[in-house]
């Protein structure tokens, strides 16, 4: 495995959409979802698309780590990949949380999402996966997908004075989410 270089706001890779994974049981698919496992980690962030690591396709890693778990709707959720991914808004309501990004290091901000979301898509061994999210999962999984389509957190904000350091939002009790 290896740690992959991490694309900075400003790189075109994270403005296009991605294209879909033909094969997701590929050996080369099976070797970036890996790769992307171990750079997320090291980044310790909680999701990772491919775009994120100059990989202009349909795919992304993602996990609950129990400290942003909400509880029993929300609990924590092992490292998964998921290929070509489809994902829904559930009802009207919407849910600002406090979201940051490994390819924008440094801030955080306020974003508005659907508070639930259904997920569709291909595990990495190519079977259909699917299922309902809220809380963390649901914000990890819309912020995950907006990479797939070139949408930057920020692209969502509809008041960037709430975009901010992570220290003076750490500072100031203002939320975490990465």
Same mark, same amino acid.
């Given at each position: 495995? =290896?740690?992959?270089?991490? =694309? ?58 129990? =400290? ?22 559930? #009802? ?57 389509? #070139? ?9 960037? #004075?709430?975009? #901010? ?14």
């Amino acid at each position: 495995m =290896a740690l992959l270089k991490i =694309a900075r706001m400003g790189h075109p890779v994270l403005l296009e959409r991605a294209a879909e994974v033909d094969d997701p049981t590929a050996p080369y698919i099976q070797t970036l979802i890996d790769d992307m496992i171990e750079t997320m980690h090291d980044a310790d962030g909680a999701g990772l698309a491919a775009p994120q690591v100059h990989v202009p396709l349909r795919v992304f890693v993602y996990h609950v780590p129990a =400290a942003r778990s909400s509880g029993a709707e929300d609990p924590p959720r092992p490292v998964a990949a998921l290929i070509n991914p489809l994902i829904t808004p559930l #009802g009207d309501a919407v849910a600002t949380n406090t979201e940051g990004c490994l390819s924008i290091p440094g801030l955080r901000g306020a974003v508005p999402r659907p508070a639930r979301v259904r997920y569709e898509g291909l595990d990495r061994r190519g079977q259909p996966v699917s299922g309902e999210a809220t809380g963390f999962l649901a914000v990890v999984l819309q912020h995950e997908n907006d990479h797939l389509d #070139g949408i930057l957190y920020p692209m969502r904000m509809p008041d960037l #004075g709430r975009l #901010g350091f992570d220290a003076e939002y750490e500072k100031h009790g203002l939320g975490i989410a990465k």
